[in-house]
């Protein structure tokens, strides 16, 4: 097996792969590539590393695991805290919803166009995340929105019940506006990959359907259904503008906290906040990784 | 095919199944439509309240307030011709580096697919902290006047671009024959670029659309990177709108989703043209 993500036996062998070809050309391939790495080495390498190696230097010079130490303070860790628990609460929600919705286009009986729509309208939603999103449920759910409005027009006032937009409940609400459709477009695939001929099989053997979703369809979907809400995870883990739209930056999340320390430095320690930058992207890191991890387990069944 | 392997008893109890499936069919409308009031009602009651800009009456006053807004076409057409600087910029990167890859240097394709997902992995906000922190002082000082930081912003976006134009174009080169194309074309005198420009460029033209307008429908509105460089763009812009007008951010937010859904129904038409050739 190879290491790659995805193996391309037609070009694999070396003949083609530029093994026995004189060195002149060999550079000119190279060549060919240069200018991606320089350019990402730039604009994607060169400012990962530079938080890193800002992140391990003391205050007077030196290197030092002085600043993450310091990530255990109050103000970083509530706000990792709050970003986990909206990540996980809106992954598991948005999956759990996002793969019931994809169950009913592929397979629940509905006319055909209506798979079409929502993978569009998911293509749509799922990317309409940022400013116009928040707009959208200001006047949908804030203070004064249209459907607060309705709820008061039946006696409910529900601000007075505890409701806020501007809360972890009313940011949950709203992130799942582009969590779900995420999840759509990801598990879709993965539901039509499950094949006609394992659940004749599993009803030729006398398998109720129950047992046919818990014993075939769902261990092959598993890999696919986990590795996905992990990308939501980490999708709404690296979230800045919806919440800073929402809230004016002024609310408690990792994204925030790092957006509020680079316009004044609000850790009062330059160092720590390079720590909070760099503790996100060994996150996010790890999230993708299992991400891979999984989807490449369930290619193995789901082609 | 599928008749004549069913055996007689499932065949049978398929028949004899006729309310289950019908109740099966109540749960799945249940669910899609659940779903769908959730995803309408915020589109529904914005639209609502951008029609009441006008005391007294419905009309589409808010949507003419937006675009005679003094700052709001600069700031659009500045977004637009950013995004499309930043198309152009990742498909002269990416074609070719895929191309390469694909063709000559399979060995690097590990390493290029760990790169294009690294816009992934560094959130937007980090990705500007390091960018700032990198560009804000000589011997690499970028951020100095409003231009130069434009330019950096350009080539940011290029590059978080580079995992959706990657993939679009790496999809794009399996459905075709990129070796024998590459030896037709050079048995008939071609050199690299004009097999690049002339064969591969024309082959690739739905991967490149389908690149270019996803990659569109995510930097025209983008607002994180943009605001911590101070450029006056379409997201920042829209953010200030939000906190300064009552029904104009209304217009704002459906002009905005109209155009993520043109992009992405671009996407699924051309595509769909090509399956149906």
Same mark, same amino acid.
């Given at each position: ?17 530029? =093994?026995? +070809?004189?060195?002149?050309? #060999? ?23 530079? !938080? ?16 993450? +130490?310091?990530? =255990? ?38 006319? +055909? ?65 582009? #969590? ?10 993965? !539901? ?21 979703? +818990? ?23 690296? =979230? ?12 408690? !999340? ?6 509020? #320390? ?32 999984? #989807? ?8 | ?277």
């Amino acid at each position: 097996m190879t290491t790659s993500l995805q193996p391309t036996p037609r070009f694999a062998d070396p003949a083609l792969a530029g =093994a026995r +070809r004189p060195a002149r050309l #060999q550079l000119g391939y190279w060549l060919g590539v240069l200018p991606f790495f320089v350019f990402s080495g730039l604009f994607l390498i060169g400012p990962a590393l530079i !938080l890193a190696y800002r992140s391990l230097e003391g205050p007077e010079g030196g290197l030092t695991l002085d600043n993450y +130490r310091q990530l =255990a303070s109050e103000t970083v860790m509530s706000a990792y805290g709050m970003s986990i628990r909206i990540s996980l609460t809106t992954a598991i929600i948005g999956g759990l919803i996002g793969f019931l919705v994809a169950w009913v286009v592929s397979m629940g009986g509905l006319p +055909r166009p209506f798979r079409s729509l929502t993978t569009t309208f998911s293509g749509v939603a799922s990317n309409f995340a940022g400013v116009p999103l928040a707009a959208a449920y200001i006047f949908t759910l804030g203070r004064v929105g249209v459907i607060t409005a309705l709820f008061e027009v039946f006696g409910i006032d529900l601000y007075r019940t505890g409701f806020s937009l501007y809360s972890f409940a009313g940011l949950t609400l709203v992130y799942l506006y582009f #969590q779900v459709p995420l999840m759509i477009l990801v598990i879709l695939p993965a !539901l039509d990959g499950l094949k006609r001929e394992w659940r004749e099989a599993a009803e030729n053997l006398g398998a109720t359907p129950l047992q046919y979703w +818990r014993h075939v369809a769902l261990p092959v979907l598993m890999p696919s259904i986990l590795g996905t809400m992990i990308l939501l995870f980490g999708n709404s883990f690296g =979230a800045h503008a919806t919440a800073y739209a929402l809230t004016g930056g002024f609310f408690t !999340l990792a994204t925030l906290l790092i957006g509020q #320390q680079i316009s004044g430095d609000v850790l009062h320690n330059p160092g720590l906040g390079y720590a909070v930058a760099m503790g996100m992207v060994i996150i996010m890191g790890f999230s993708i990784l299992i991400y891979s991890i999984l #989807q490449r387990r369930s290619e193995r069944w789901l082609r | 095919m599928t008749i004549t392997t069913t055996p007689a008893p499932l065949a049978a109890k398929a028949a004899a199944a006729g309310t289950p499936a019908r109740k099966n069919r109540f749960w799945s409308w249940l669910i899609y439509v659940a779903g769908a009031v959730y995803f309408l009602t915020p589109l529904a009651a914005t639209f609502y309240w951008s029609l009441r800009a006008e005391k007294g009456k419905l009309g589409f006053e808010a949507y003419r307030r937006l675009f005679a807004e003094t700052d709001f076409l600069p700031a659009f057409s500045e977004s637009l011709v950013n995004a499309v600087a930043a198309i152009l910029l990742s498909l002269l990167l990416i074609v070719p580096t895929a191309y390469w890859v694909t063709l000559r240097l399979p060995k690097l394709r590990p390493v290029v697919e760990f790169i294009t997902l690294l816009p992934f992995v560094i959130p937007a906000v980090v990705l500007v902290f390091g960018l700032l922190r990198l560009y804000s002082r000589p011997p690499l000082l970028l951020t100095a006047t409003y231009d130069s930081s434009r330019v950096l912003l350009v080539c940011v976006y290029a590059a978080l671009s580079f995992p959706y134009m990657f993939r679009a174009v790496d999809n794009g080169l399996r459905a075709m024959d990129v070796r024998a194309l590459t030896e037709a074309a050079q048995s008939l005198g071609a050199g690299w670029p004009t097999i690049l420009l002339q064969v591969i460029f024309p082959n690739l033209r739905v991967a490149l659309l389908s690149g270019a307008l996803l990659t569109f429908a995510i930097v025209i509105g983008e607002l994180t990177i943009a605001l911590f460089m101070a450029q006056h763009t379409l997201g920042p812009y829209m953010a200030d709108l939000t906190r300064s007008k009552v029904y104009e951010p209304s217009a704002m937010a459906l002009v905005a989703f109209a155009l993520t859904w043109a992009a992405m129904g671009m996407i699924a038409y051309i595509s769909r043209e090509r399956r149906q050739p």
